[in-house]
């Protein structure tokens, strides 16, 4: 039936932290997962639009860092948000990053899914999840598990509101 069949159609914005080689390997990871996925159309991850190609690791005109750069790079990835239908984060719960909650808040306020992946390196129970973030995402996967991203339904983003660490 049409209502129900999987069709790959779905555009998601990959946010995510990218700043040491764990990250950026996580990056990697769920790029992965989300291709195998049948209802995921288009895969937009920031760091693949940088402008004119600055970036911490590559400067080839010198203005990383710079207004120019700032201004054009907020503005890219406030358009690719827009023009994106789910939020796939993926959350550094050891190295919270204020540009990914920033992110999760735009497709809250435009009442779009958010799917959110946390990575942790100890138990969940010695983490605390803030209550606008806890409520605010839509869906919460298990930590470090990226398999979940081949097969979840983005055609159908239904919620999945259990936060698997404490909540303030």
């Known amino acids: 039936m049409k209502n129900t069949d999987q069709v790959a159609t779905t555009k998601i914005y990959l946010a995510t932290s990218y700043f040491n080689p764990t990250q950026i390997q996580r990056v990697e990871d769920a790029l ?3 291709e195998k996925n049948p209802t995921v159309g288009i895969v937009h991850q920031p760091f693949d639009f940088q402008y004119k190609d600055a970036s911490i690791n590559s400067d080839p005109e010198g203005i990383f860092g710079s207004l120019e750069w700032q201004v054009a790079t907020y503005n890219n990835d406030v358009n690719a948000v827009a023009t994106s239908d789910v939020c796939v984060a993926l959350y550094d719960m050891d190295e919270i990053d204020e ?6 808040g735009m497709f809250v306020a435009m009442k779009k899914p958010v799917v959110l992946l946390p990575f942790t390196t100890k138990e969940n129970d010695a983490y605390e999840a803030n209550l606008m973030l806890a409520r605010g995402v839509s869906s919460w996967l298990k930590p470090n598990d ?3 991203l081949e097969t979840f339904n983005f055609n159908h983003p239904m919620a999945q509101p259990v936060v698997p660490f404490k909540v303030i």
């Open 99 to 104: 540009g990914i909650c920033f992110e999760i």
């Open 146 to 148: 990226f398999q979940p």
């Open 32 to 34: 992965l997962a989300l």
